[in-house]
């Protein structure tokens, strides 16, 4: 598998305290652990399974994801612009990878 | 004149074409979880404390093509402040292998209890979610999938 790919798109200004939508991405397969190859040999499990969103080190909010998330999960989620600062988006593979991806947004 | 490929080989190839796309689906003949499953996960997680219906908004294809691929969208009304906001919602679909789909925790840093997300459904089902306030009060909401899987109708 090549390695998982984050990508995220959100504005790079807002205006203070103004809520904006931002859309993430991250090619990864999200085998379930069910199917089978083509020799009938199951394929271990590997999934993404928590996404977490911070802005300057403080939580917003996280996502537990299961099996049943699709391939290259997409997440779309909302939030505030409360100061300048940089957003931190990470996502934890099963086999103990962790991608991330950060985000400068300026008030103004 | 022969064809590039033989009648031999162009059976093998939709044979393996047809093996590609059963192991791609999502094994139909695993065991599958059933509504009863769900009730025991919500149960294991918040007990016999009293669920309401409402306050989600859960927006969910009625008819999914592809079950593989099937948008859901939730937002759940709440002012979102230090004092009244969305803890968790967990999402379950009764008829997946494994009935957990996702669970969301958002914080008074999020100005809505809102996301946008893509499950895999193994067949036609109900999506449960259940909302966790933060003073305790618990909501669900519930909207059934039907999916088509290979165009052979749901």
Redesign the interface.
Known sequence: MSNPTPRVRMPTTAKKDE?IEVKTLISHEME?G?????NGTPVPRRIIKQFVAK?NG??????????????N????????VPESGTFEFTWQDDNGSVYKSEHKVTVG | MASILGSQTRRDFVAAAGTTIATAALLPSAALAKPEDVVAEIKKLYGDKPIAAGKIKLDLPTIAENGLVVPLNFEVESPMSEKDYVKAVHFYADGNPNPAIANFYFTPMSPKASAQIRIRLAQTQNIVAVAEMSDGRLYTAKKEVKVTIGGCGG
Not at chain 1, 34 to 38: E, G, I, N, Q, T
Not at chain 1, 58 to 71: P, V
Not at chain 1, 73 to 80: D, E, L, N, R, T
């Open positions: 809520v379930t069910l199917r089978k190859d083509a802005f403080r939580e917003i909010m996280k996502a537990d994801w299961h099996t049943a998330i699709s391939a999960p997409y997440q779309a989620f909302f939030v505030k």
